[in-house]
């Protein structure tokens, strides 16, 4: 199904950009970023649990924080499989990358974490990887 199939169903120019596959991926991506934040801050708050062995991380399900991270994983899976009906996959994976650049940065900004430079020429790589991705699905699109 792609986005023409959509269309007749749409009556209102908000719901068509909501329904566009790139704001779909830009809502998992952001999802997926929050997801990530989120398990962390459970994983590192949750309280240890006697009787499991501590190697194992499961205490981390006793956080709140762990929960409200995998709803937003169910979350993002939901986009994840509007954006394959619509979109190749070859393209929506590549783009679901940006999640490697936004995950480093929330981590720094909300958890206080490093980023080291090795890490930021990585960023600026995935980064110059997405404007190629994207400058060649734009000309694609002008050809047809």
Not at 32 to 60: H, M, N, R
Request: charged residues 10%; glycine residues 6%.
């Amino acid at each position: 199904m792609t986005v023409s199939h959509i269309a007749p169903m749409i009556r209102s120019r908000p719901v068509a950009l909501f329904l566009n596959p790139y704001v779909q991926i830009a809502i998992g991506s952001l999802l997926t970023c929050a997801a990530e934040l989120l398990l962390k801050k459970g994983a590192v708050s949750a309280e240890p649990v006697a009787w499991l062995p501590a190697w194992i991380g499961a205490s981390a399900m006793t956080s709140g924080w762990t929960w409200l991270g995998i709803l937003a994983y169910i979350g993002r899976f939901v986009y994840w499989l509007y954006v394959l009906r619509i979109m190749p996959l070859n393209i929506a994976y590549s783009l679901v990358n940006v999640a490697q650049v936004l995950v480093p940065l929330g981590a720094a900004f909300f958890l206080h974490e490093t980023i080291s430079v090795r890490r930021w020429i990585g960023i600026a790589m995935v980064l110059a990887g997405l404007y190629l991705l994207i400058n060649v699905k734009a000309e694609a699109e002008k050809k047809l």
